[in-house]
């Protein structure tokens, strides 16, 4: 499982403007829309409603929010970068500099579930999400994926 699978172009933002956690959510979610993901509406009602259960920060400067969108065919992997960290999940938490956004289709868990799991491991690896957020624009991010996903099977 490579996360290039699921990437959608137009769906990773480098330099994402916003000061909170709805902001940032609204902000991928109409990204999402502009992809071709799924409505904006729909993606930031169900992304709300995960981090309000449970969070989704990672630690490291990462947040993984995740939700099941009905209508999708297909998971879809998001990607951003943030101007400026933004606080996610409890006080004590740092602040988040690099989220990927993870939508799903009903009946497909399981798969939602191994691509989390793809994604913590490589975020375990050294200076990834510092590489992410170096990165000058979406195309030198998706590269830096790209990579490191090839580099750790």
């Known amino acids: 499982m490579r996360l290039k699978e699921y990437l959608r172009e137009g769906f990773v933002v480098t330099r994402l403007e916003a000061r909170d956690v709805e902001g940032v959510l609204d902000a991928v979610a ?8 799924a ?17 989704t920060v990672m630690g490291g400067g990462l947040a993984l929010p995740h939700a099941t969108v009905p209508g999708l ?19 004590e938490e740092p602040p988040v500099r690099v989220l990927f956004i993870l939508l799903s289709p009903p009946g497909l868990e399981r798969e939602h579930v191994k691509l989390l799991a793809r994604i913590c491991r ?32």
């Open 30 to 37: 109409r990204r999402a829309e502009m992809a071709g993901v």
């Open 73 to 91: 065919g297909a998971p879809a992997l998001g990607v951003a970068v943030l101007r400026e960290p933004v606080p996610f999940g409890a006080p």
């Open 122 to 153: 490589l975020a375990r690896h050294g200076s990834f999400i510092d590489r992410l957020e170096a990165a000058p624009d979406e195309a030198a991010l998706l590269e830096v994926i790209e990579t490191v996903d090839a580099e750790h099977p």
């Open 39 to 55: 409505p904006a509406e729909a993606v930031a009602e169900r992304l709300l409603e995960r981090e309000r259960v449970h969070p």
